[in-house]
Protein backbone atom coordinates (compact mmCIF):
# COMPACT_ATOMS: atom_id res chain seq x y z
CA UNK A 1 0.00 0.00 0.00
CA UNK A 2 1.84 3.14 -1.30
CA UNK A 3 0.34 6.32 0.95
CA UNK A 4 1.09 9.61 0.77
CA UNK A 5 1.83 9.63 4.91
CA UNK A 6 3.67 12.40 5.22
CA UNK A 7 0.79 15.05 3.98
CA UNK A 8 -0.91 16.15 6.37
CA UNK A 9 -3.48 17.79 3.99
CA UNK A 10 -4.54 13.99 3.62
CA UNK A 11 -5.33 13.31 7.20
CA UNK A 12 -7.36 16.30 7.18
CA UNK A 13 -9.52 15.08 4.23
CA UNK A 14 -13.30 16.17 5.12
CA UNK A 15 -16.20 14.81 3.07
CA UNK A 16 -17.36 16.97 0.30
CA UNK A 17 -20.90 17.12 1.17
CA UNK A 18 -23.03 16.87 4.48
CA UNK A 19 -24.16 13.50 5.09
CA UNK A 20 -27.89 11.72 4.40
CA UNK A 21 -29.79 10.15 6.67
CA UNK A 22 -28.82 6.60 6.84
CA UNK A 23 -32.01 5.18 5.14
CA UNK A 24 -31.97 7.41 2.45
CA UNK A 25 -28.30 6.86 1.66
CA UNK A 26 -29.35 2.92 1.48
CA UNK A 27 -32.63 3.55 -0.88
CA UNK A 28 -30.72 5.66 -3.08
CA UNK A 29 -28.20 3.00 -3.33
CA UNK A 30 -30.66 0.29 -3.88
CA UNK A 31 -32.00 2.27 -7.16
CA UNK A 32 -28.85 2.97 -8.20
CA UNK A 33 -28.62 -1.06 -8.94
CA UNK A 34 -31.20 -1.77 -12.16
CA UNK A 35 -31.89 -4.84 -11.73
CA UNK A 36 -33.12 -4.24 -7.85
CA UNK A 37 -35.13 -0.96 -9.03
CA UNK A 38 -36.66 -3.56 -11.81
CA UNK A 39 -37.95 -6.19 -9.08
CA UNK A 40 -38.81 -3.00 -6.71
CA UNK A 41 -41.27 -1.49 -9.52
CA UNK A 42 -42.50 -5.70 -9.78
CA UNK A 43 -43.19 -6.08 -6.40
CA UNK A 44 -45.12 -2.67 -5.93
CA UNK A 45 -47.31 -3.44 -8.59
CA UNK A 46 -48.03 -6.60 -7.17
CA UNK A 47 -48.82 -5.53 -3.52
CA UNK A 48 -50.41 -2.28 -4.94
CA UNK A 49 -52.57 -5.02 -7.37
CA UNK A 50 -53.35 -7.02 -4.21
CA UNK A 51 -54.03 -4.33 -1.88
CA UNK A 52 -56.46 -2.82 -4.73
CA UNK A 53 -57.89 -6.17 -6.02
CA UNK A 54 -61.19 -5.16 -5.84
CA UNK A 55 -61.07 -1.44 -7.89
CA UNK A 56 -58.58 -3.34 -10.89
CA UNK A 57 -59.87 -6.35 -11.12
CA UNK A 58 -62.21 -5.94 -13.91
CA UNK A 59 -64.73 -8.87 -12.75
CA UNK A 60 -65.62 -10.97 -9.16
CA UNK A 61 -63.40 -13.90 -8.61
CA UNK A 62 -66.32 -15.85 -7.51
CA UNK A 63 -68.85 -15.49 -9.95
CA UNK A 64 -68.21 -16.74 -13.32
CA UNK A 65 -70.31 -16.84 -16.29
CA UNK A 66 -70.53 -20.77 -17.07
CA UNK A 67 -71.98 -20.08 -20.85
CA UNK A 68 -68.27 -18.33 -21.65
CA UNK A 69 -66.58 -20.91 -19.65
CA UNK A 70 -62.90 -22.27 -20.98
CA UNK A 71 -62.67 -19.22 -23.22
CA UNK A 72 -59.04 -18.22 -24.74
CA UNK A 73 -57.94 -14.98 -23.82
CA UNK A 74 -59.90 -11.97 -25.55
CA UNK A 75 -60.68 -8.58 -25.44
CA UNK A 76 -62.65 -9.14 -22.67
CA UNK A 77 -61.32 -11.64 -20.59
CA UNK A 78 -57.62 -11.03 -21.30
CA UNK A 79 -56.21 -13.94 -19.57
CA UNK A 80 -58.93 -16.18 -20.86
CA UNK A 81 -61.77 -18.13 -18.41
CA UNK A 82 -61.72 -21.11 -16.36
CA UNK A 83 -63.84 -24.73 -16.49
CA UNK A 84 -66.76 -22.23 -14.25
CA UNK A 85 -66.27 -19.51 -16.67
CA UNK A 86 -64.33 -16.90 -14.05
CA UNK A 87 -61.82 -14.00 -15.41
CA UNK A 88 -58.50 -15.92 -14.91
CA UNK A 89 -56.96 -12.17 -14.89
CA UNK A 90 -59.20 -11.39 -11.70
CA UNK A 91 -58.81 -14.93 -10.12
CA UNK A 92 -54.82 -14.06 -10.56
CA UNK A 93 -55.23 -10.30 -9.21
CA UNK A 94 -56.81 -11.71 -6.34
CA UNK A 95 -54.27 -14.52 -6.02
CA UNK A 96 -51.55 -12.22 -5.00
CA UNK A 97 -53.34 -11.18 -2.13
CA UNK A 98 -53.18 -14.41 -0.94
CA UNK A 99 -49.85 -15.38 -2.30
CA UNK A 100 -48.13 -12.11 -0.95
CA UNK A 101 -49.67 -12.24 2.48
CA UNK A 102 -48.60 -16.27 2.72
CA UNK A 103 -45.57 -15.46 1.92
CA UNK A 104 -44.72 -11.95 4.21
CA UNK A 105 -46.70 -13.80 7.18
CA UNK A 106 -45.17 -16.95 6.67
CA UNK A 107 -41.80 -15.74 6.47
CA UNK A 108 -41.92 -12.99 9.08
CA UNK A 109 -42.46 -15.83 11.39
CA UNK A 110 -40.02 -17.86 10.48
CA UNK A 111 -37.54 -14.61 10.14
CA UNK A 112 -38.27 -13.38 13.69
CA UNK A 113 -38.06 -16.96 15.80
CA UNK A 114 -35.30 -18.28 13.34
CA UNK A 115 -32.96 -14.91 14.05
CA UNK A 116 -33.96 -15.24 17.81
CA UNK A 117 -32.82 -18.84 17.86
CA UNK A 118 -29.70 -18.25 15.53
CA UNK A 119 -28.62 -15.37 17.82
CA UNK A 120 -28.95 -17.15 21.24
CA UNK A 121 -27.09 -20.05 19.79
CA UNK A 122 -24.25 -18.58 18.22
CA UNK A 123 -23.76 -15.79 21.20
CA UNK A 124 -24.29 -18.64 23.98
CA UNK A 125 -22.77 -21.40 22.83
CA UNK A 126 -22.10 -24.35 24.77
CA UNK A 127 -25.29 -26.34 26.11
CA UNK A 128 -28.07 -24.02 24.91
CA UNK A 129 -26.41 -24.20 21.09
CA UNK A 130 -26.45 -27.56 21.16
CA UNK A 131 -30.18 -27.70 22.27
CA UNK A 132 -31.53 -25.66 19.94
CA UNK A 133 -29.30 -26.47 17.38
CA UNK A 134 -30.57 -30.26 17.19
CA UNK A 135 -33.81 -29.03 17.71
CA UNK A 136 -33.57 -27.45 14.50
CA UNK A 137 -31.80 -30.02 12.65
CA UNK A 138 -35.13 -32.60 13.43
CA UNK A 139 -37.39 -29.97 11.91
CA UNK A 140 -34.46 -29.70 9.03
CA UNK A 141 -34.57 -33.14 8.36
CA UNK A 142 -37.96 -33.36 7.08
CA UNK A 143 -38.68 -32.60 3.25
CA UNK A 144 -40.10 -28.81 3.40
CA UNK A 145 -43.30 -30.14 2.19
CA UNK A 146 -44.06 -33.14 3.88
CA UNK A 147 -43.80 -31.44 7.14
CA UNK A 148 -46.19 -28.41 6.46
CA UNK A 149 -48.28 -31.44 5.68
CA UNK A 150 -48.39 -33.04 8.86
CA UNK A 151 -48.78 -29.53 10.72
CA UNK A 152 -51.79 -28.16 8.71
CA UNK A 153 -52.90 -31.74 8.85
CA UNK A 154 -52.58 -31.80 12.62
CA UNK A 155 -54.27 -28.11 12.61
CA UNK A 156 -56.61 -28.67 10.36
CA UNK A 157 -56.38 -27.03 6.36
CA UNK A 158 -56.85 -23.22 6.15
CA UNK A 159 -54.63 -19.89 5.38
CA UNK A 160 -53.78 -18.95 8.98
CA UNK A 161 -52.80 -22.37 9.36
CA UNK A 162 -50.95 -22.62 6.18
CA UNK A 163 -48.78 -19.35 7.03
CA UNK A 164 -48.22 -21.13 10.69
CA UNK A 165 -47.21 -24.40 8.81
CA UNK A 166 -44.61 -22.23 6.22
CA UNK A 167 -43.47 -19.90 9.38
CA UNK A 168 -42.43 -23.20 11.14
CA UNK A 169 -40.54 -25.57 7.90
CA UNK A 170 -38.57 -22.07 7.29
CA UNK A 171 -37.88 -21.52 10.68
CA UNK A 172 -34.21 -23.96 10.83
CA UNK A 173 -33.02 -21.99 8.05
CA UNK A 174 -32.68 -18.67 9.40
CA UNK A 175 -31.68 -20.15 12.70
CA UNK A 176 -29.19 -22.20 11.14
CA UNK A 177 -27.93 -18.94 8.50
CA UNK A 178 -27.92 -16.54 11.71
CA UNK A 179 -25.70 -18.82 13.94
CA UNK A 180 -23.18 -19.26 11.56
CA UNK A 181 -22.86 -15.85 10.43
CA UNK A 182 -23.19 -14.81 14.41
CA UNK A 183 -20.04 -17.57 15.25
CA UNK A 184 -17.56 -15.64 13.19
CA UNK A 185 -18.84 -12.04 14.14
CA UNK A 186 -18.51 -12.85 17.45
CA UNK A 187 -14.66 -13.77 17.40
CA UNK A 188 -14.21 -10.68 15.42
CA UNK A 189 -11.79 -7.62 16.58
CA UNK A 190 -14.35 -4.92 16.82
CA UNK A 191 -16.89 -7.13 19.21
CA UNK A 192 -13.65 -7.11 21.29
CA UNK A 193 -13.03 -4.11 21.10
CA UNK A 194 -16.24 -2.91 22.34
CA UNK A 195 -16.08 -5.38 24.88
CA UNK A 196 -13.21 -3.38 26.40
CA UNK A 197 -14.84 -0.10 26.48
CA UNK A 198 -17.17 -1.78 28.57
CA UNK A 199 -20.64 -2.84 25.98
CA UNK A 200 -22.99 -5.43 27.39
CA UNK A 201 -24.28 -8.39 26.34
CA UNK A 202 -26.97 -6.99 24.96
CA UNK A 203 -25.44 -3.40 23.14
CA UNK A 204 -22.63 -6.03 21.55
CA UNK A 205 -25.76 -8.56 20.14
CA UNK A 206 -27.67 -5.02 18.93
CA UNK A 207 -25.14 -3.01 17.51
CA UNK A 208 -22.49 -4.91 16.08
CA UNK A 209 -23.95 -8.57 15.82
CA UNK A 210 -27.37 -7.83 14.22
CA UNK A 211 -25.97 -5.64 12.05
CA UNK A 212 -22.90 -7.51 10.51
CA UNK A 213 -25.37 -10.62 10.37
CA UNK A 214 -28.18 -8.71 8.24
CA UNK A 215 -26.74 -9.21 4.81
CA UNK A 216 -27.37 -13.59 4.77
CA UNK A 217 -30.35 -12.83 6.44
CA UNK A 218 -31.48 -10.07 4.20
CA UNK A 219 -30.80 -12.23 1.43
CA UNK A 220 -32.19 -15.65 2.57
CA UNK A 221 -35.63 -13.70 3.32
CA UNK A 222 -36.03 -12.47 -0.28
CA UNK A 223 -35.30 -16.34 -1.12
CA UNK A 224 -37.72 -17.72 1.55
CA UNK A 225 -40.42 -15.08 0.42
CA UNK A 226 -40.11 -16.69 -2.78
CA UNK A 227 -40.03 -20.19 -1.62
CA UNK A 228 -42.97 -19.57 1.11
CA UNK A 229 -44.97 -18.48 -2.31
CA UNK A 230 -44.07 -21.61 -3.78
CA UNK A 231 -45.00 -23.98 -0.64
CA UNK A 232 -48.18 -22.36 -0.63
CA UNK A 233 -48.85 -22.96 -4.42
CA UNK A 234 -47.63 -26.49 -3.53
CA UNK A 235 -49.61 -26.65 -0.77
CA UNK A 236 -52.94 -25.28 -2.17
CA UNK A 237 -52.19 -27.39 -5.13
CA UNK A 238 -52.37 -30.78 -2.63
CA UNK A 239 -55.57 -29.02 -1.51
CA UNK A 240 -54.43 -28.73 1.81
CA UNK A 241 -53.62 -24.94 1.36
CA UNK A 242 -55.87 -22.20 0.69
CA UNK A 243 -59.31 -23.66 0.39
CA UNK A 244 -61.55 -22.68 -2.82
CA UNK A 245 -63.20 -20.62 -3.35
CA UNK A 246 -60.58 -18.09 -2.48
CA UNK A 247 -58.45 -17.89 -5.43
CA UNK A 248 -54.71 -18.81 -4.80
CA UNK A 249 -52.14 -19.46 -7.24
CA UNK A 250 -51.43 -22.77 -6.73
CA UNK A 251 -54.51 -23.64 -6.55
CA UNK A 252 -55.91 -22.51 -9.68
CA UNK A 253 -52.45 -24.12 -10.75
CA UNK A 254 -54.02 -27.61 -9.79
CA UNK A 255 -57.69 -26.44 -10.87
CA UNK A 256 -56.13 -26.21 -14.72
CA UNK A 257 -54.60 -29.27 -14.37
CA UNK A 258 -57.43 -31.05 -15.68
CA UNK A 259 -57.40 -29.22 -18.51
CA UNK A 260 -53.96 -29.19 -20.06
CA UNK A 261 -55.13 -31.84 -22.16
CA UNK A 262 -57.98 -29.66 -23.28
CA UNK A 263 -55.63 -26.99 -24.88
CA UNK A 264 -56.72 -24.70 -21.76
CA UNK A 265 -52.77 -23.29 -21.99
CA UNK A 266 -54.18 -19.97 -20.40
CA UNK A 267 -55.36 -21.38 -17.14
CA UNK A 268 -52.00 -22.45 -16.12
CA UNK A 269 -49.69 -20.36 -17.81
CA UNK A 270 -50.88 -17.17 -16.06
CA UNK A 271 -51.06 -17.93 -12.16
CA UNK A 272 -47.63 -19.55 -13.36
CA UNK A 273 -46.09 -16.69 -14.96
CA UNK A 274 -47.42 -14.61 -11.70
CA UNK A 275 -45.80 -17.04 -9.10
CA UNK A 276 -42.18 -17.11 -11.64
CA UNK A 277 -42.48 -12.99 -11.78
CA UNK A 278 -43.10 -12.77 -7.90
CA UNK A 279 -40.40 -15.02 -7.04
CA UNK A 280 -38.02 -12.99 -9.18
CA UNK A 281 -38.61 -9.80 -7.99
CA UNK A 282 -38.18 -10.82 -4.55
CA UNK A 283 -34.83 -11.92 -5.68
CA UNK A 284 -33.52 -9.10 -7.76
CA UNK A 285 -34.71 -6.80 -4.26
CA UNK A 286 -32.79 -9.16 -2.25
CA UNK A 287 -29.56 -8.89 -3.85
CA UNK A 288 -30.14 -5.57 -4.24
CA UNK A 289 -30.28 -4.97 -0.47
CA UNK A 290 -27.68 -7.10 0.54
CA UNK A 291 -25.05 -4.74 -1.44
CA UNK A 292 -26.91 -1.79 -0.69
CA UNK A 293 -26.41 -2.14 3.06
CA UNK A 294 -22.93 -2.93 2.66
CA UNK A 295 -20.80 0.27 3.42
CA UNK A 296 -18.34 -1.27 1.41
CA UNK A 297 -20.66 -2.12 -1.89
CA UNK A 298 -22.38 1.44 -1.23
CA UNK A 299 -19.38 3.44 -1.68
CA UNK A 300 -18.44 1.60 -5.02
CA UNK A 301 -22.39 1.59 -6.30
CA UNK A 302 -22.10 5.57 -5.68
CA UNK A 303 -18.43 6.61 -6.95
CA UNK A 304 -19.60 4.69 -10.52
CA UNK A 305 -22.29 7.70 -10.46
CA UNK A 306 -25.01 5.50 -11.46
CA UNK A 307 -28.05 7.10 -9.78
CA UNK B 1 7.29 1.58 44.84
CA UNK B 2 4.33 1.14 46.75
CA UNK B 3 1.98 2.75 44.63
CA UNK B 4 1.91 1.15 41.45
CA UNK B 5 -0.87 1.92 39.13
CA UNK B 6 -0.34 -1.57 38.25
CA UNK B 7 0.23 -5.26 39.50
CA UNK B 8 0.15 -8.67 38.37
CA UNK B 9 1.09 -11.55 40.57
CA UNK B 10 1.86 -15.22 38.96
CA UNK B 11 -1.03 -14.71 36.32
CA UNK B 12 -1.51 -17.79 34.69
CA UNK B 13 -4.17 -18.18 31.41
CA UNK B 14 -4.62 -21.58 30.74
CA UNK B 15 -7.06 -23.03 27.51
CA UNK B 16 -8.58 -26.28 26.87
CA UNK B 17 -7.92 -28.14 23.58
CA UNK B 18 -9.73 -31.30 22.43
CA UNK B 19 -12.47 -33.51 24.10
CA UNK B 20 -12.94 -36.25 26.02
CA UNK B 21 -9.56 -38.22 26.47
CA UNK B 22 -7.60 -36.04 23.65
CA UNK B 23 -8.43 -33.12 26.03
CA UNK B 24 -5.33 -31.15 26.36
CA UNK B 25 -4.20 -27.52 28.36
CA UNK B 26 -2.18 -24.73 26.61
CA UNK B 27 -0.41 -22.59 29.17
CA UNK B 28 -0.63 -19.49 27.56
CA UNK B 29 0.65 -17.69 30.05
CA UNK B 30 2.64 -19.60 33.11
CA UNK B 31 3.12 -17.28 36.26
CA UNK B 32 3.28 -13.92 34.74
CA UNK B 33 4.36 -10.90 37.47
CA UNK B 34 4.35 -7.59 36.22
CA UNK B 35 4.36 -3.89 37.64
CA UNK B 36 3.73 -0.68 36.26
CA UNK B 37 3.86 2.46 37.27
CA UNK B 38 1.67 5.58 36.44
CA UNK B 39 2.45 7.57 33.40
CA UNK B 40 5.17 5.02 32.52
CA UNK B 41 5.70 2.48 29.59
CA UNK B 42 5.92 -1.30 30.25
CA UNK B 43 6.76 -3.39 27.19
CA UNK B 44 6.61 -6.77 26.84
CA UNK B 45 8.65 -8.56 23.99
CA UNK B 46 8.07 -11.81 23.01
CA UNK B 47 7.92 -13.98 19.67
CA UNK B 48 4.14 -14.39 18.53
CA UNK B 49 2.97 -16.88 20.21
CA UNK B 50 4.69 -16.66 23.59
CA UNK B 51 1.40 -15.68 25.39
CA UNK B 52 1.82 -11.82 25.33
CA UNK B 53 -1.28 -10.52 23.76
CA UNK B 54 -3.02 -13.27 26.05
CA UNK B 55 -0.95 -11.70 29.05
CA UNK B 56 -2.96 -8.46 27.45
CA UNK B 57 -6.14 -9.33 27.17
CA UNK B 58 -6.33 -11.36 30.80
CA UNK B 59 -5.27 -8.17 31.88
CA UNK B 60 -8.34 -6.42 30.98
CA UNK B 61 -10.63 -9.71 31.69
CA UNK B 62 -11.48 -9.85 28.11
CA UNK B 63 -10.04 -13.55 28.08
CA UNK B 64 -10.66 -15.00 32.14
CA UNK B 65 -7.15 -15.70 33.92
CA UNK B 66 -6.86 -18.92 35.15
CA UNK B 67 -5.61 -18.10 38.34
CA UNK B 68 -3.20 -15.04 39.89
CA UNK B 69 -3.55 -11.27 41.28
CA UNK B 70 -4.31 -8.40 38.87
CA UNK B 71 -4.64 -5.27 41.20
CA UNK B 72 -5.06 -1.81 39.39
CA UNK B 73 -4.97 1.69 41.19
CA UNK B 74 -6.20 -0.73 44.54
CA UNK B 75 -8.93 -2.37 42.95
CA UNK B 76 -8.70 -6.31 42.24
CA UNK B 77 -9.84 -6.50 38.91
CA UNK B 78 -10.35 -10.65 38.82
CA UNK B 79 -12.82 -9.97 41.76
CA UNK B 80 -15.11 -7.25 40.48
CA UNK B 81 -18.43 -8.59 39.24
CA UNK B 82 -19.57 -8.40 35.50
CA UNK B 83 -21.28 -4.98 36.19
CA UNK B 84 -18.60 -3.38 38.22
CA UNK B 85 -16.20 -5.00 35.76
CA UNK B 86 -17.89 -2.68 32.44
CA UNK B 87 -17.88 0.31 34.79
CA UNK B 88 -14.43 -0.29 35.36
CA UNK B 89 -13.15 -0.56 31.96
CA UNK B 90 -13.57 3.06 31.42
CA UNK B 91 -10.40 3.22 33.42
CA UNK B 92 -8.36 0.71 31.25
CA UNK B 93 -9.01 0.54 27.05
CA UNK B 94 -6.47 -1.36 24.79
CA UNK B 95 -5.75 -0.34 20.98
CA UNK B 96 -5.32 -3.56 18.87
CA UNK B 97 -3.01 -5.09 16.31
CA UNK B 98 -5.15 -4.74 13.07
CA UNK B 99 -6.84 -1.74 12.29
CA UNK B 100 -8.82 -2.99 9.70
CA UNK B 101 -9.95 -5.72 11.79
CA UNK B 102 -10.88 -3.38 14.60
CA UNK B 103 -13.56 -1.17 13.41
CA UNK B 104 -17.12 -2.40 12.81
CA UNK B 105 -16.97 -1.80 9.25
CA UNK B 106 -20.65 -0.87 9.52
CA UNK B 107 -20.81 1.88 11.86
CA UNK B 108 -19.38 5.36 10.74
CA UNK B 109 -15.98 5.86 12.72
CA UNK B 110 -17.62 8.46 14.67
CA UNK B 111 -20.33 6.16 16.04
CA UNK B 112 -17.45 3.11 17.10
CA UNK B 113 -16.06 6.28 19.40
CA UNK B 114 -19.15 7.70 20.45
CA UNK B 115 -19.98 4.12 21.93
CA UNK B 116 -17.47 4.42 24.69
CA UNK B 117 -19.10 7.73 25.35
CA UNK B 118 -22.50 6.21 25.46
CA UNK B 119 -21.65 2.92 27.59
CA UNK B 120 -20.28 5.08 30.22
CA UNK B 121 -22.62 8.51 29.83
CA UNK B 122 -19.61 10.59 29.59
CA UNK B 123 -21.81 13.61 27.41
CA UNK B 124 -24.58 15.69 27.54
CA UNK B 125 -26.69 15.96 24.83
CA UNK B 126 -26.52 15.22 20.67
CA UNK B 127 -24.14 18.18 20.15
CA UNK B 128 -22.03 17.87 23.09
CA UNK B 129 -21.45 13.99 22.15
CA UNK B 130 -20.34 15.45 18.36
CA UNK B 131 -18.30 17.77 19.73
CA UNK B 132 -16.58 15.47 21.94
CA UNK B 133 -15.71 12.76 18.94
CA UNK B 134 -14.40 15.80 16.54
CA UNK B 135 -12.40 16.63 19.42
CA UNK B 136 -11.01 13.03 20.06
CA UNK B 137 -10.62 12.79 16.11
CA UNK B 138 -8.81 16.07 15.99
CA UNK B 139 -6.24 15.17 19.27
CA UNK B 140 -5.28 12.31 16.87
CA UNK B 141 -4.97 14.08 13.60
CA UNK B 142 -7.84 13.83 12.25
CA UNK B 143 -10.80 16.10 10.36
CA UNK B 144 -13.78 16.03 12.87
CA UNK B 145 -15.53 15.70 10.03
CA UNK B 146 -14.80 12.52 8.96
CA UNK B 147 -16.80 11.20 11.97
CA UNK B 148 -18.99 10.12 9.62
CA UNK B 149 -17.03 8.33 7.44
CA UNK B 150 -16.94 4.28 7.30
CA UNK B 151 -13.25 2.26 7.97
CA UNK B 152 -12.91 1.53 4.67
CA UNK B 153 -12.86 4.71 3.30
CA UNK B 154 -9.36 5.39 5.91
CA UNK B 155 -5.88 3.73 5.42
CA UNK B 156 -4.38 1.21 7.63
CA UNK B 157 -2.62 4.58 9.62
CA UNK B 158 -5.61 6.29 9.72
CA UNK B 159 -7.63 3.82 11.02
CA UNK B 160 -5.23 3.34 14.05
CA UNK B 161 -5.66 6.51 14.91
CA UNK B 162 -9.63 5.82 15.04
CA UNK B 163 -8.36 2.98 16.64
CA UNK B 164 -6.59 5.24 19.73
CA UNK B 165 -9.18 7.91 19.86
CA UNK B 166 -11.54 5.36 20.75
CA UNK B 167 -9.32 4.19 23.61
CA UNK B 168 -8.66 7.69 24.93
CA UNK B 169 -12.97 8.32 24.35
CA UNK B 170 -13.35 7.18 28.28
CA UNK B 171 -9.91 9.05 29.50
CA UNK B 172 -8.35 5.92 30.94
CA UNK B 173 -4.79 5.69 32.82
CA UNK B 174 -3.99 2.59 30.94
CA UNK B 175 -3.66 1.63 27.87
CA UNK B 176 -2.59 -1.98 26.76
CA UNK B 177 -0.88 -1.23 23.28
CA UNK B 178 -1.20 -4.78 20.98
CA UNK B 179 1.33 -4.35 18.79
CA UNK B 180 -0.47 -1.38 17.80
CA UNK B 181 2.24 -0.53 14.80
CA UNK B 182 3.03 -3.97 13.74
CA UNK B 183 0.98 -3.97 10.82
CA UNK B 184 1.52 -0.41 9.56
CA UNK B 185 3.71 0.90 6.86
CA UNK B 186 7.04 1.54 8.02
CA UNK B 187 6.74 5.32 7.27
CA UNK B 188 3.23 5.70 9.15
CA UNK B 189 4.79 3.66 12.30
CA UNK B 190 7.12 6.70 13.17
CA UNK B 191 3.95 9.15 13.24
CA UNK B 192 1.63 6.80 15.14
CA UNK B 193 4.48 6.18 17.50
CA UNK B 194 5.03 10.12 18.18
CA UNK B 195 1.10 10.28 18.41
CA UNK B 196 1.46 7.97 21.37
CA UNK B 197 4.10 9.62 22.82
CA UNK B 198 2.18 12.60 22.96
CA UNK B 199 -0.82 11.57 24.48
CA UNK B 200 0.90 9.80 27.18
CA UNK B 201 2.78 13.23 28.24
CA UNK B 202 -0.22 15.47 27.46
CA UNK B 203 -2.22 12.81 29.64
CA UNK B 204 -0.35 10.83 31.62
CA UNK B 205 -1.02 7.94 30.22
CA UNK B 206 0.44 4.15 31.03
CA UNK B 207 0.99 2.43 28.66
CA UNK B 208 1.56 -1.94 28.46
CA UNK B 209 2.97 -1.67 24.89
CA UNK B 210 3.62 -5.33 23.67
CA UNK B 211 6.03 -6.14 20.31
CA UNK B 212 7.68 -8.77 19.18
CA UNK B 213 10.85 -7.35 18.68
CA UNK B 214 12.87 -5.07 20.70
CA UNK B 215 13.72 -2.68 18.15
CA UNK B 216 9.87 -1.54 17.92
CA UNK B 217 10.15 -0.75 21.65
CA UNK B 218 13.31 0.65 22.13
CA UNK B 219 12.81 4.57 22.33
CA UNK B 220 9.61 4.21 24.14
CA UNK B 221 9.73 2.06 26.94
CA UNK B 222 10.68 2.99 30.56
CA UNK B 223 11.05 -0.98 31.25
CA UNK B 224 10.96 -3.62 29.29
CA UNK B 225 10.09 -7.31 30.39
CA UNK B 226 11.24 -10.06 28.06
CA UNK B 227 8.53 -13.28 27.60
CA UNK B 228 9.29 -16.61 26.54
CA UNK B 229 6.81 -19.12 26.48
CA UNK B 230 4.60 -17.91 28.86
CA UNK B 231 6.81 -16.66 31.07
CA UNK B 232 8.64 -13.34 31.96
CA UNK B 233 12.01 -14.08 31.55
CA UNK B 234 14.07 -11.01 31.77
CA UNK B 235 12.83 -7.74 33.16
CA UNK B 236 14.83 -4.60 33.21
CA UNK B 237 14.87 -1.22 33.05
CA UNK B 238 14.76 0.03 29.22
CA UNK B 239 18.83 1.13 28.99
CA UNK B 240 19.91 -1.57 31.34
CA UNK B 241 18.47 -4.34 29.44
CA UNK B 242 19.72 -2.96 26.25
CA UNK B 243 23.27 -2.38 27.50
CA UNK B 244 23.67 -5.69 30.00
CA UNK B 245 21.24 -8.10 28.40
CA UNK B 246 21.18 -11.10 30.70
CA UNK B 247 19.21 -13.84 29.66
CA UNK B 248 20.36 -16.16 26.56
CA UNK B 249 17.40 -15.26 24.98
CA UNK B 250 17.29 -11.75 25.35
CA UNK B 251 20.43 -11.36 23.92
CA UNK B 252 19.11 -13.18 20.90
CA UNK B 253 16.82 -10.90 20.40
CA UNK B 254 18.60 -7.81 20.58
CA UNK B 255 21.49 -9.34 18.27
CA UNK B 256 18.21 -9.09 15.63
CA UNK B 257 18.08 -5.30 15.72
CA UNK B 258 20.11 -4.09 13.16
CA UNK B 259 22.30 -1.38 13.03
CA UNK B 260 22.24 2.02 11.05
CA UNK B 261 25.83 2.38 10.38
CA UNK B 262 26.91 0.19 7.50
CA UNK B 263 30.09 0.00 8.99
CA UNK B 264 29.01 -1.47 12.47
CA UNK B 265 25.92 -3.66 10.59
CA UNK B 266 28.38 -5.17 9.39
CA UNK B 267 30.48 -6.71 11.87
CA UNK B 268 27.14 -7.26 13.99
CA UNK B 269 27.43 -10.52 15.85
CA UNK B 270 23.97 -12.31 15.06
CA UNK B 271 22.86 -14.92 17.54
CA UNK B 272 20.19 -17.14 15.24
CA UNK B 273 17.42 -19.05 17.42
CA UNK B 274 17.04 -22.48 15.97
CA UNK B 275 14.08 -24.39 15.74
CA UNK B 276 10.34 -23.04 16.66
CA UNK B 277 9.15 -22.19 19.85
CA UNK B 278 8.09 -24.98 21.51
CA UNK B 279 4.22 -26.48 22.32
CA UNK B 280 3.14 -24.47 25.39
CA UNK B 281 0.93 -27.25 25.70
CA UNK B 282 3.77 -29.50 26.83
CA UNK B 283 6.81 -26.73 27.78
CA UNK B 284 10.70 -28.67 27.66
CA UNK B 285 11.13 -29.47 31.57
CA UNK B 286 13.26 -27.41 33.54
CA UNK B 287 13.94 -24.03 31.71
CA UNK B 288 11.79 -23.54 28.89
CA UNK B 289 14.34 -21.72 26.63
CA UNK B 290 17.15 -25.03 27.22
CA UNK B 291 15.77 -26.25 23.77
CA UNK B 292 17.71 -23.43 21.93
CA UNK B 293 19.84 -21.88 24.04
CA UNK B 294 23.32 -22.28 23.09
CA UNK B 295 24.04 -21.43 26.45
CA UNK B 296 22.43 -24.75 27.72
CA UNK B 297 24.15 -27.07 30.03
CA UNK B 298 22.78 -30.07 32.18
CA UNK B 299 21.08 -28.64 35.08
CA UNK B 300 19.06 -26.68 32.73
CA UNK B 301 16.78 -29.43 32.38
CA UNK B 302 16.46 -30.39 35.80
CA UNK B 303 15.79 -27.06 37.23
CA UNK B 304 12.96 -24.79 36.18
CA UNK B 305 14.31 -21.20 37.05
CA UNK B 306 13.27 -18.64 39.19
CA UNK B 307 12.83 -15.20 37.84
CA UNK B 308 15.32 -13.49 40.49
CA UNK B 309 17.18 -10.13 40.92
CA UNK B 310 20.82 -10.68 38.76
CA UNK B 311 22.02 -6.89 39.26
CA UNK B 312 19.98 -3.78 41.06
CA UNK B 313 16.55 -3.57 39.84
CA UNK B 314 17.28 -6.02 36.90
CA UNK B 315 15.60 -9.98 37.02
CA UNK B 316 16.19 -12.97 35.16
CA UNK B 317 15.36 -15.91 34.85
CA UNK B 318 18.99 -18.03 33.95
CA UNK B 319 20.74 -20.49 35.82
CA UNK B 320 23.44 -18.89 34.84
CA UNK B 321 23.02 -16.43 37.38
CA UNK B 322 23.06 -19.01 40.19
CA UNK B 323 20.78 -22.09 40.03
CA UNK B 324 17.82 -20.66 41.99
CA UNK B 325 14.36 -22.44 40.58
CA UNK B 326 11.83 -25.05 41.15
CA UNK B 327 13.67 -28.63 40.61
CA UNK B 328 11.89 -30.98 38.13
CA UNK B 329 10.40 -33.57 40.14
CA UNK B 330 9.21 -37.05 37.97
Redesign the interface.
Known sequence: ?S?P??D?AE?????DQP?EPRWRETLSALLANRLAAAGLVILTLLILAAVFADLVAPYSFTDGDIVRRLEPPSRDHWFGTDELGRDVLSRVIFGARVSLQVGAVAVGISLVVGTLIGLISGYRGGWVDAVLMRTMDVLFSFPVVLLAIAIVAVLTPSLRNTMIAIGVVFTPIFARVVRGSVLSVRE???V?????????DW?IIS??VL??VAAPVIVQTSLSLAFAILTEAALSYLGIGVQPPRPAWGLMLLDAQGFIATGAWWMSLFPGLAIFLTVMALNLVGDGLRDAL???QR?IIQSRGVT | MSTALLEVEDLHVHFSVGRGRDRQTVRAVDGVSLRLERGQTLGLVGESGCGKTTTG?AL?R?VEPTSGRVVFDGTDVRALSKRD??????RA??I?Q?PY????????VGE?IG??LD??GLHQGKQARRDRIGHLLERC???P??A???P??F????RQ?I?IA?AL??EPDFIVCDEPIAAL?V??QA?VMNLLNELQQDLGLAYLFIAHDLAAVQHVCDRIAVMYLGRIVEEAERLDLYREPQHPYTQALLSAIPIPDPVRERERERIRLEGDVPSPIDPPSGCRFRTRCRAVFDTCERIDPALQEVTDDHRAACLLHGEVGTPVTS
Not at chain 1, 11 to 15: G, I, K, S, T
Request: aromatic share 4%; net charge positive.
Open positions: METNPQLQAPSEVYRASRSLGASRRHPNDPKS | LLLLRAWRRAMFDASLDPRLPSEAIHGLHRVDRYHESGGQRGRACDSIQ
